[in-house]
Structures are given as structure tokens and as C-alpha cells.
């Protein structure tokens, strides 16, 4: 009784098995997202030389982050409206 949850044995989960036992253990939450956000940020950067590093790193973060937690652009324009 109780045996039958976690008997599988793919290579998929021997991999997270090993990685999550390494030093340190399991992975934040918070470090997997920064990596995420560098990940895209050097896939995007040689497309988009015009963008400052650090203002990329903004949009991918601000785009990876769920809805709830995105945080909004927006930019005054002349006629002192804003634009997003």
C-alpha cells in the first residue's frame, strides 16, 4: 500500500532526479526565472542591436511575468498624451 505513486522511471525524471540532488538541491523558483530571462535575452540581443541590454532584459522580464505582475510601459507623448 502507498508504493504505486512515483515507480516511474524515465530518462526525463532520472535527469530532474540528478539535477535536483545536486549541490544546492532543487532550483528556486527565482533562479529558474532569471535564467529564463537571460536565455531569451541572449537569443533576442543579436536581432535587436538598437535596444539597450538592460531595457531588453526589462521587456522579456515584463513579458515572462504572469498578467497580474507585468509591469506597464508607457511613454508621454508631445501632445502630453500617453502612449503604452
Known amino acids: 500500500m502507498g508504493r504505486k505513486g ?3 522511471r524515465s530518462a ?3 535527469r530532474a532526479a540528478r539535477r535536483n540532488g ?3 538541491g532543487r532550483p528556486r ?4 526565472f532569471a535564467r529564463r530571462i537571460h536565455e531569451v535575452c541572449r537569443t533576442l540581443a543579436p ?5 539597450d541590454p538592460g531595457d531588453l532584459r526589462l521587456i ?5 511575468l504572469p498578467p497580474e ?3 506597464v510601459f ?3 507623448r508631445k501632445d502630453g498624451r500617453y502612449v503604452f
Request: hydrophobic residues 30%.
Open 47 to 51: 536581432r535587436l542591436p538598437g535596444i
Open 74 to 76: 508607457t511613454h508621454k
Open 69 to 71: 505582475r507585468r509591469a
Open 12 to 14: 526525463v525524471k532520472r
Open 6 to 8: 512515483g515507480r516511474s
Open 60 to 64: 522579456v522580464r515584463s513579458l515572462l
Open 29 to 32: 523558483n527565482t533562479d529558474r
Open 22 to 24: 545536486a549541490s544546492g
